[in-house]
């Protein structure tokens, strides 16, 4: 199930209604807009806390969940994502499964794969299924921090109507 900024579910579903509600406040002008949203999968519960924690600090929305299965559920049924995060090593679909498949309806959002056991074929494999960027773990929260940031910060421009 879908946890931190978040929203119920559905039949074991992660659902995304009140997050959907939030988006009109937010373009309604009653709520400062978030620096981005990021959807995160990551197994482990406590490496999971910790990056809802930290990209939480810096503004981002996060959802986040625990297996590659609920993170497309949930991208399904929460299309307004700046930013994908997953492990790749995670229960039922790992990373490189979920990139595929996700690439098949969405070719634009920014998708980062995470991974303890990363290799030149790994990494040579994430970039050619459309991986914006790989870490390999350790790293330090701030690194991916700045790279959501440099992420996120072009797609809030080019859905923006300042300038035009």
Known sequence: MATGVVFGAQNGVPSCGTFLAAVSVVRNG???????????????ADLRALLQISLSAEGHEVVSVASGLELISCFL????????????????????????RFRCVDANTPFILITAFGNRSLHEEAHRLGASAVLDKPFDPDELGALVRRLVSPRRWEGSSIGK
């Open 30 to 44: 009653s709520m400062a807009t978030p620096a981005g949203r990021v959807l995160l999968a990551e197994d482990n």
């Open 77 to 100: 049924t929460c299309p307004f994502v700046d930013v994908v995060i997953s492990d790749v090593r995670m229960p039922e679909l790992n990373g490189l499964e979920v990139l595929e």
